[in-house]
């Protein structure tokens, strides 16, 4: 009868100690990491305020175009009614 990998003297073994230099490779990659994910953080945040900004802007040019909007209906009808006349 076969157990696959467990028929393997390895798979029985205690894991070696990692090296000092393995420590300090993976310490340093987590390091690596974990800045990147603060500056991509940080370019989400400027990202975010510059949408935010970007629809206030928006939201402003909008209110604009509506009061146009009406003041040139207003303009029409009041053309409207003096060939009217």
């Given at each position: 009868?076969?157990?696959g990998a467990f028929d393997e003297p390895s798979a029985w073994a205690?894991?070696?100690e990692p090296q000092?230099?393995?420590i300090v490779t993976e310490a340093l990659k987590k390091e690596q990491v974990l800045k990147e994910i603060v500056a991509a953080q940080?370019?989400?945040k400027v990202l975010f305020n510059r949408v935010h900004t970007?629809?206030?802007e928006v939201d402003?040019?909008?209110s604009g175009n509506q009061t146009l909007q009406m003041?040139?209906?207003n303009l029409t009808v009041q053309m409207a009614k003096r060939r009217g006349q």
């Open positions: 009868m076969s157990f205690i894991p070696a000092a230099s393995d940080e370019d989400l970007v629809q206030k402003k040019l909008t003041y040139i209906d």
